[in-house]
């Protein structure tokens, strides 16, 4: 099969590379671009291992193929501490044990951070209702639940300082 050349935007650096136009988005990030924090689980959407951020919107990479994601801007788990400091987001998994083998927590710190910046208002049934769609056998989710709880309420904070 013909490769196809693709370029696209991730964590802010341009990769433009070749991939088989049958070549999933999860792969390509983790194989060409190698970016390997985006897990690959399920392979059909299910469980959210490979959940990024597709220009706005938090979307499992194994359901798109690498040549739809052309000219388009993608955000990994590691473009969130891009700085060398964790995200408050992560600060709180951590402090909440919201995470114990690691293997669904990017997806789930993906899907968290887009929703976050779209909902920064939600409640706790909101944020379950998000967390509906990934799979983590380890934790039972509250400490998920509670991490994003918590960076909810320090963002609140935050801006109302900045506010005052």
């Given at each position: 099969?013909?490769?196809?050349?693709?370029?696209?935007?991730?964590?802010?650096?341009?990769?433009?590379?070749?991939?088989?136009?049958?070549?999933?988005?999860?792969?390509?990030?983790?194989?060409?671009?190698?970016?390997?924090?985006?897990?690959?689980?399920?392979?059909?959407?299910?469980?959210?291992?490979?959940?990024?951020?597709?220009?706005?919107?938090?979307?499992?990479?194994?359901?798109?193929?690498?040549?739809?994601?052309?000219?388009?801007?993608?955000?990994?788990?590691?473009?969130?501490?891009?700085?060398?400091?964790?995200?408050?987001?992560?600060?709180?998994?951590?402090?909440?044990?919201?995470?114990?083998?690691?293997?669904?927590?990017?997806?789930?710190?993906?899907?968290?951070?887009?929703?976050?910046?779209?909902?920064?208002?939600?409640?706790?049934?909101?944020?379950?209702?998000m967390l509906s769609g990934h799979l983590c056998r380890c934790t039972g989710y509250d400490?998920?639940?509670?991490?994003?709880?918590?960076?909810?309420?320090?963002?609140?904070?935050?801006?109302?300082?900045?506010?005052?």
């Amino acid at each position: 099969m013909a490769m196809q050349e693709i370029e696209v935007t991730i964590n802010g650096t341009r990769y433009q590379e070749m991939a088989e136009p049958r070549m999933l988005l999860s792969d390509f990030l983790r194989e060409v671009c190698g970016l390997t924090g985006t897990h690959v689980g399920c392979e059909h959407g299910v469980c959210g291992a490979c959940t990024i951020v597709l220009d706005d919107a938090a979307v499992r990479s194994c359901l798109i193929f690498a040549v739809q994601a052309d000219g388009r801007n993608i955000r990994t788990v590691e473009g969130l501490a891009h700085t060398g400091q964790l995200t408050t987001l992560q600060k709180n998994f951590k402090e909440n044990h919201g995470l114990q083998c690691g293997f669904c927590t990017s997806g789930i710190l993906m899907a968290a951070t887009d929703f976050i910046e779209k909902k920064p208002e939600a409640d706790s049934q909101e944020i379950k209702e998000m967390l509906s769609g990934h799979l983590c056998r380890c934790t039972g989710y509250d400490g998920i639940v509670k991490a994003v709880e918590k960076t909810i309420e320090e963002n609140k904070k935050s801006v109302k300082e900045l506010n005052t």
